[in-house]
């Protein structure tokens, strides 16, 4: 089930709590637990229903503009199809996001080398598990199909690989591409695979980018905003003004911000005459 980001953030924030689809006959089941960027969602309820039946408070509990654009948009694409209702909610953070950020001991590690050891011998196509974790550590942050191609895989076959690193905690799926995990570095290391070494670029110093999504990111990235701080440095104007920053990045993007004490250049630069008439006032108030 395909669902927007700002639809994502909408159910993890308790703002949303239905989604609405035409399919042939239900594709979930109650109790249904999906990993999602934001988190895991449940499936609350799945139940089929008239169109004639909606309501306003069910576009709005859907995050619709209201009952006549929920409409239009469930009679947009297979309008022959029967409408199902789908109660969800935020059911907590995804348990991969502390599986990859911990460390194995030497018999755990000795465990992932086994379990990759069959995944090599299962393929058809030839072992695949170290050449892929090596390529995500030497190029993170690179699109799939390039990865892909570099691997001499498509990317349907080479995605679906990946996402079995993934379930491990050995990778983490980025805005665009990936990375290697704590957990996957230190299998490569345990096997004592030659990982790029001082020719490799530095990563950017910095608090990183939250997920924003591929056409935000893209955009940031080539002002060369590749960490809050360097966000910090441009206008929120000039951020609003990039192809493919919405509502919902710039929402994400200033919530980041907040948590790391940062706000935009424009925000800083009317901030500091109000800093300095305060200072002043304090210092004029102080006794001789």
């Not at 942050?141 to 895989?153: E, H």
Request: proline share 7%.
């Amino acid at each position: 089930m395909q669902m927007r980001p700002a639809e994502l953030a909408a159910i993890r924030d308790g703002e949303v709590d239905l989604a609405f689809r035409r399919w042939e006959q239900p594709r979930l089941r109650v109790g249904t637990r999906m990993r999602t960027a934001v988190g895991l969602l449940e499936v609350t309820s799945v139940d089929r229903v008239a169109v004639s039946s909606l309501s306003a408070a069910d576009a709005r509990r859907a995050g619709a503009a209201s009952l006549t654009a929920l409409r239009q948009g469930l009679d947009r694409v297979h309008p022959e199809r029967p409408v199902y209702r789908i109660g969800l909610r935020y059911a907590g953070a995804d348990p991969r996001q502390a599986l990859r950020e911990s460390v194995p001991e030497a018999a755990e590690l000795d465990a992932i080398s086994a379990w990759l050891d069959r995944l090599d011998r299962a393929s058809p196509a030839g072992p695949w598990t170290r050449a892929t974790l090596l390529l995500i550590d030497e190029l993170p942050a690179t699109r799939a199909p390039d990865l892909a191609r570099r691997m001499g895989r498509d990317t349907p076959a080479f995605k679906q690989n990946v996402r079995k690193l993934k379930e491990r905690g050995l990778t983490e799926s980025l805005d665009i591409g990936y990375r290697l995990s704590a957990r996957g570095a230190a299998v490569l290391d345990h096997e004592g695979h030659r990982r790029p070494g001082p020719g490799r670029p530095e990563p950017e110093p910095g608090t990183p980018l939250p997920h924003l999504g591929a056409a935000a990111t893209r955009a940031l990235t080539a002002r060369g905003a590749v960490s809050l701080e360097r966000v910090a440095e441009l206008s929120e104007a000039e951020v609003k003004e990039m192809h493919g920053v919405g509502p919902y990045a710039l929402r994400h993007l200033r919530a980041a911000m907040d948590a790391a004490g940062l706000t935009f250049r424009d925000e800083a630069e009317r901030a500091r005459p109000e800093r300095a008439i305060t200072a002043g006032v304090v210092a004029d108030d102080l006794p001789a």
